[in-house]
């Protein structure tokens, strides 16, 4: 037997263009209709995201829950993370914008572009540089509240 929802969290009252965005679920809570700000949107637009977050530097959170924490990243032009490791879990990013180079311990850099996705394996320390001449804009999947060790140190950040 399947459960059903109201109508007005299904959207049914709202015009139809609408609807696809109408039921939104925040983790561990009631669906809840749309217009709301991420994370755990149902459906989260990243191109809008992106233009209402403004010019880089800039993050946010878009899936945060017990198994995942996904972020939309974003940097300027000669823009670099902090070189940090994960001792217990992989990392990947899927490049949506710009060209960054990826400086992984022990791997020659790599050169990623739009629609390229950039694996780091646990225990690897790494650097991310965006390169050329526009913003970069990244989508980060990782377990949530993954500690960032300092290579130099191995203390969290």
């Known amino acids: 037997?399947?459960?059903?929802?109201?109508?007005?969290?299904?959207?049914?009252?709202?015009?139809?263009?609408?609807?696809?965005?109408?039921?939104?679920?925040?983790?561990?809570?009631?669906?809840?209709?749309?217009?709301?700000?991420?994370?755990?949107?149902?459906?989260?637009?990243?191109?809008?995201?992106?233009?209402?977050?403004?010019?880089?530097?800039?993050?946010?959170?878009?899936?945060?829950?017990?198994?995942?924490?996904?972020?939309?990243?974003?940097?300027?032009?000669?823009?670099?993370n902090r070189p940090h490791y994960h001792s217990d879990n992989d990392e990947f990013w899927v490049v949506l914008q710009g060209e960054m180079v990826w400086e992984i311990e022990g791997m020659p850099p790599i050169h990623a572009r739009p629609g390229d996705v950039v694996l780091v394996p646990t225990g690897r320390a790494h650097l991310i540089r965006t390169v050329g001449s526009e913003p970069s804009l990244r989508f980060a999947i990782v377990v949530p509240d993954v500690p960032h060790l300092d290579p130099k140190t191995g203390k969290p950040w």
């Open 1 to 80: 037997m399947t459960a059903s929802l109201p109508a007005d969290i299904l959207g049914a009252n709202l015009p139809n263009a609408d609807r696809k965005e109408a039921a939104v679920t925040q983790a561990n809570q009631p669906p809840v209709r749309a217009g709301g700000q991420p994370p755990n949107q149902v459906l989260t637009h990243l191109w809008e995201l992106a233009k209402q977050k403004g010019p880089p530097p800039w993050s946010e959170r878009i899936i945060y829950n017990k198994d995942v924490m996904a972020t939309l990243i974003c940097q300027a032009p000669g823009g670099t």
